[in-house]
């Protein structure tokens, strides 16, 4: 009995330090809440259309997706075919685009930056380890359009189905300039140049939206399991937009897919999980 707890100490000990050899800041937070992993701000969603569930109330990070790297030995597929994907007279292929220097050059994305340029399956495959799983197609849209807090902060009204997830408008949101002049001083200037757009901001720096989340309008767009539980690189929703669209794509009406191994520049992911 005695030599298998030894046993089982020493395992975990070589772990812990296995994560902080790889310079896993958050092994505390790892140890602290092991259903929590990735430090997920998680917010609760009482939906009325089946079972309560929670939703990131921000996109997937850069610090979180470093978590889940270090922890399983990815390396993306952006990564190993030498860089992701940007829209500009078709799509370009852009050397050293990825997760990691999400607009190539030598500037590495911060910790607080949306993790991009990230397959649907690398995305479902973080939620899964951070204890959740990507969001079915009915409850990104229940958590972004209808406010479901028991007394959220003005101007959100409890039971309220808003055209936008920042509510009545899409003010605010890190789009193109119809959201407004703060998109352009918010994002983050990585040094690339860009054919269109600002580029992303730094995750949650916007305005809280509906239900208290940060930009499921705009920023990045947004990998939802839909068809669920689909295989292989069929193609897989995308929802609320990016700082490459407009309003237009931030509405509920909007559909858009791509292939399941895409990896774009303005494409990301949040998690959700049960309850
Ligand atoms: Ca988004």
Redesign the pocket.
């Known amino acids: 009995m005695s030599g298998a707890d030894t046993s089982a100490t020493r395992t975990r000990h070589t772990r812990q330090l296995t994560l902080v050899a790889a310079g896993v800041c958050a092994a505390s937070a790892v140890w602290a809440d092991p259903r929590n992993p990735a430090g997920i701000d998680w917010q609760p969603i009482a939906s009325s259309l089946g079972p309560a569930f929670s939703m990131a109330r921000t ?1 997937t990070t850069v610090g979180q997706f470093q978590r889940f790297a270090s922890a399983t030995g990815l390396t993306t597929l952006a990564e190993r075919q030498g860089g992701g994907q940007v829209y500009e007279a078709g799509w370009v292929k852009k050397p050293g685009w990825h997760w990691r220097h999400p607009f190539g050059g030598t500037q590495a994305a911060s910790p607080d930056e ?1 993790a991009v340029h990230v397959t649907f399956d690398e995305a479902q495959a973080f939620c899964r380890w951070a204890g959740g799983h990507l969001p079915t197609d009915a409850q990104w849209l229940e958590a972004a359009y209808t406010e479901r807090r028991t007394t959220p902060p003005a101007p959100y009204g409890r039971g309220r189905t808003y055209p936008f997830p920042t509510g009545d408008s899409a003010a605010g949101a890190q789009c193109l300039d119809d959201c407004g002049p703060a998109a352009s001083s918010r994002a983050i200037r990585h040094g690339a140049h860009l054919m269109r757009g600002h580029g992303h901001a730094r995750a949650g720096s916007s305005p809280v939206g509906v239900n208290g989340l940060h ?8 990998w939802v399991d839909e068809p669920p539980g689909a295989t292989g690189t069929a193609e897989r929703r995308t929802r ?3 700082w490459w669209y407009g309003a237009t794509q931030m509405r509920a009406d909007h559909l858009q897919s791509k292939p399941a191994d895409t990896t774009v520049v303005y494409i ?1 992911f ?1 998690c959700a999980r049960q309850p």
């Open positions: 996109e949306p930009d499921m309008g705009g920023n990045a767009w947004e609320g937009g990016s990301g949040r």
